[in-house]
């Protein structure tokens, strides 16, 4: 371990809210989602003008928050890190035709968000995605509806998105992501836990009929006790 020299007398402070250490410290476990929170603070409170936000090429960009994660070239670590803060609610997130923005999640940056969903409130060099409108005549490759609505495509959540094609009806997919667009939760996490909901608790188009959890019939036979049942 390399021997740290000490806090210069007149260094710069960055200012971190109370509630940080009584509430949401606690609850941290991912030492990546950790860092990654305190960096935003640290890049937040040097920012100027409103609303006060941070993208996500920023924080891409950022050699010190980069080195401190450990991270790959493809971000899979920050973009993990940045998708725990925001399911914890620590920050809230945007996703914008060029980018995506982070900010603190307090009342006011709630209220910016919504004015600039509205299209109230303008940032330089940046609009809203606007959800894409899905057809069945016209359905988009999976991968580009990600991209579209979600952001950048890392090689884990293809992979997952894999596996969710060979689970899930391709309309389910799409219905979906029009939720996840719906609701402002940009991620394949919110994504996948509708389709896993939807799979277990029917969905209101009908029940889905692969789930072999429940449709199996071999399923007594297969287990610990298939010796009591019969065919």
Not at 36 to 52: C, D, E, S, V
Not at 61 to 85: C, E, F, V, W, Y
Not at 129 to 137: A, F, G, L, R, T
């Amino acid at each position: 371990m390399k021997q740290f020299n000490g806090f210069p007398v007149k260094g710069e402070y960055a200012p971190v809210p109370l509630a940080f250490f009584s509430t949401l410290l606690p609850e941290i476990t991912d030492i990546s989602e950790l860092k990654t929170t305190l960096h935003l603070f640290r890049i937040l409170y040097h920012k100027k003008g409103y609303p006060r936000f941070v993208s996500y090429n920023e924080l891409a960009a950022d050699t010190s928050l980069i080195m401190s994660l450990q991270d790959t070239p493809n971000g899979k670590i920050l973009r993990h890190s940045l998708d725990l803060a925001v399911k914890r609610g620590t920050i809230l997130s945007l996703t914008l035709d060029r980018d995506e923005i982070f900010l603190l999640n307090t009342r006011q940056d709630k209220e910016s968000i919504k004015k600039i969903q509205d299209g109230e409130l303008h940032l330089p060099n940046l609009t809203p995605k606007q959800p894409v409108e899905i057809s069945v005549e016209d359905r988009p490759n999976i991968f580009s509806l990600y991209e579209e609505n979600i952001g950048l495509l890392t090689p884990m959540i293809a992979e997952e998105i894999k596996e969710a094609e060979k689970l899930y009806p391709a309309s389910w997919i799409n219905d979906a992501f029009k939720e996840a667009v719906k609701a402002n939760k940009r991620s394949w996490r919110f994504i996948s836990f509708l389709l896993e909901r939807w799979s277990t608790e029917g969905k209101k188009n009908g029940t889905y009929q692969r789930n072999l959890k429940t449709t199996d019939p071999d399923k007594y036979f297969k287990d610990k006790y298939g010796r009591f049942f019969q065919r």
